[in-house]
Structures are given as structure tokens and as C-alpha cells.
């Protein structure tokens, strides 16, 4: 195909001759540049040219074909949640063996000669107040199966579109949030979190159409042909861990609740906050913060105090946001102040503490 004289067809036509994009839908494009080609030999292409050029961006810019090394070990997930959480014994015992029965199916087709892929089952679901963990745990498992991570809010969905993809005829077509978080991971088989899907609308009506979709989307027997309505083609999303997050089942429809394998996370205990605090939470806030372990000392005493400030059990996300605060505070007293150091004490925690929070008097 000659296309002198037009460079920005000319640079589409040749990404799209480099990319993985199937045969199939290659030749569809195709078959749009030859008429933006004829249309701009007329004088008249620059309109069509950005819907044309915005579509064919996307669909090169979509994996095909491009998967990352599963590392299914019971050993190396139990490791990995194990460096990364405290406590959480009977959540880490369920994802435990739910990789194991995984590890099993991928052996059994090993045994019998067929292709090795992660064994489909229900998909998680990860009940439980917020700040509890349950998006981390669900990096961690990323992490040990050496996949890449996505994670899509689904709280507040204002259209089924956002999911499903908007059609090339709306003016703001664009795919929807699944192939986006394809192409933000780069392969086809990343971990995506769905998160709050108990939140996905405040309207039933549209609740109800984003749960449907839900099904097509987690359901095995149905996601191997998922049809995003921008890139109106077949894509396989049977090889993606899907994990599902909600702070309650009330709002679930019972047939997607059929697909899903639910682990509740119930809230820590002041011990266990204590311990996260000190082991985990603080030596990250002083690394971001660029503070050194001696520049910050909060004394034991003063822990109860900044785990439950005014009586209220904040949980681990608050926990986190207070001790930034802390050493936000402290960082400001060492550059204004000239100190080398502040230690945290009964007596002088509420001066650190957010202004919105303060300890019992």
C-alpha cells in the first residue's frame, strides 16, 4: 500500500503491521486506514483520522498473547503474606489452600500431557471493614505468582459502560475499565482487584446491570470471549486472577455470590495493631519520610494511644495516615527546631496526633 505524502497513515499502518494484534481484527484496521487513505486522497480525512487513529492506539496497545511466568508455590504465597501481614492466621490458612488445590490441578494436567494453566475455581472474595488489609493481601498474592497487579474501583460505578466499554459511534468512546487495567499491566494474565463491588452503584437498577456483567467477566465458562464494546472483539480474560473485595455481601446478588469464594477479615486486636505498627507500619512511614529509626521513638506506653486515639479503633489504613502525620510532624520540629530527636510519651502524644484526632483525657 503506497502511502507517500502521508506520514501520520503511513506511522499507523506500520505499528499496526509490528503489533500482536490477532489477524482477525489486524485486517478490520486494516480495512479502516485503506479508507482514511481514500478519504484523505479526497481532502477530507481529518475528522475520521482521530476516531480511526484513537481506535487502532488501543488495540496495539492491548497484550495479546503476552503472558508473565505463573510461580504457583504454596511455600513462596505463604512467605510472602507472612513478610507483609501480621496476624490474619485463618485468612492466610483459606488463601493457602485455595492456591493449593490451584498447585494440584496444574500438576494433575501435567500428569496427563495437557497444557498447564492455573486452575479456574471460584473467584476470591475478600469480606471485611476497611483498612483491614485486604487490598495488600491481594498485592502480596501478585507478588508471590509473579504477576503484575491492577486494581479497579468499582465503589460508585455511574454507568454499566465503564465496564463493558463505550461503542466507537459515542463521542467519548474509549474501552472500559478491564482492558484499560490489560493494558496498564502489560500482559494478559495480571491479578486484578475489583474493588468494593458491593458499592458499584447506589441506583438497584444499575447495580443489577454492573452484577451481570460481573458474571459474564468472572465466570469461566463465559470470560475466555469477553467483548469490550470500543474494541467489539473477542478477548480472553480466562488466564487474569480476579479478587474481589466488598465491606458487606447485603447489596451481592446471589448468582454472583455462586462464583465467589468468600474470606472474611475480622478486625485486629490492639495487640495485633501494636505490633503492625512497630514491625511494619513505622519503619515504611520512616522510610518515605526519609527519618532515621532514632530521629522517632514512640514508647511503649504511648502505642495504645495512637492505636485507638479518642477511644475509636481506627484500624491499620488510619493507623498508617497517623503515623505519616507523626513523623510529618517531627520532620518539621527537626529542620524548625533543630532537634535530633523526639520520643513519643503519654503525655506529649496528642501534640503529634492529626488535629481530627486526640487521645482520652
Known amino acids: 500500500m503506497e502511502l507517500s505524502g502521508f506520514v501520520d497513515i503511513k506511522d499507523l499502518f506500520t505499528r499496526l503491521e509490528n503489533s500482536s494484534v490477532p489477524k482477525d ?74 492456591i493449593a488445590m490451584i498447585k494440584l490441578r496444574m500438576m494433575q494436567q501435567q500428569a496427563r500431557g495437557e497444557k498447564v494453566v492455573v486452575g479456574r475455581m471460584p473467584v476470591l472474595c475478600f469480606v ?33 459502560l465503564q465496564l463493558r466499554g463505550k461503542p466507537k459511534t459515542y463521542p467519548d468512546a474509549e474501552p472500559g475499565v478491564i ?60 488466564k487474569v486472577f480476579f479478587i474481589t473485595t466488598a465491606n458487606t455481601l447485603g447489596t451481592i446478588t446471589t448468582a454472583l455470590l455462586d462464583r465467589l469464594e468468600v474470606i472474611r477479615f475480622t478486625s485486629y486486636t490492639d495487640e495485633e495493631k501494636i505490633k503492625i505498627g512497630k514491625e511494619y507500619l513505622l519503619p515504611k512511614v520512616l522510610k518515605s519520610s526519609g527519618l532515621k529509626p532514632d530521629n522517632l521513638i514512640i514508647t511503649d506506653k504511648a502505642w495504645p494511644l495512637i492505636v485507638r486515639p479518642m477511644g475509636f479503633d481506627a484500624g491499620i489504613r488510619q493507623l498508617e495516615r497517623t503515623l505519616a502525620s507523626i513523623a510529618r510532624r517531627v520532620a518539621y520540629e527537626m529542620l524548625v527546631n533543630k532537634v535530633k530527636q523526639v ?10 496526633l492529626p488535629e481530627d484526632l486526640g487521645v482520652l483525657s
Open 25 to 98: 481484527l489486524k485486517a478490520e484496521a486494516y480495512k479502516m486506514l485503506i479508507r482514511l487513505y481514500n478519504s484523505a486522497k479526497r481532502g477530507g480525512y481529518s475528522s475520521e483520522f482521530e476516531l480511526i487513529s484513537k481506535y487502532i492506539d488501543w488495540i496495539i496497545r492491548i497484550p495479546w498473547g503476552k503472558y508473565s511466568q505463573d510461580r504457583i508455590d504454596v511455600d513462596v504465597v505463604r512467605e510472602e503474606l507472612n513478610r507483609t501481614h501480621y496476624g490474619l492466621n485463618k485468612v492466610k490458612e483459606k488463601i493457602l489452600s485455595y
Open 179 to 238: 482492558v484499560k487495567a490489560l493494558v496498564r499491566a502489560g500482559t494478559m494474565n495480571p491479578v486484578i482487584l475489583l474493588d468494593e463491588i458491593d458499592k458499584a452503584s447506589g441506583i438497584k437498577s444499575l447495580r443489577m446491570d454492573i452484577y451481570a456483567a460481573l458474571l459474564e467477566i468472572l465466570d469461566p465458562t463465559q470470560n475466555n470471549s469477553f467483548v469490550d464494546r470500543y474494541i467489539d472483539y473477542p478477548i480472553d480474560l480466562s
Open 343 to 352: 520520643k513519643i510519651t503519654p503525655e506529649n502524644v496528642k501534640k503529634y
Open 128 to 160: 471485611g471493614l476497611q483498612g483491614l488489609g485486604k487490598t495488600t493481601i491481594a498485592m502480596s498474592i501478585a507478588r508471590a505468582m509473579g504477576r503484575k497487579f491492577q486494581k479497579i474501583s468499582m465503589a460508585a460505578f455511574g454507568d454499566i
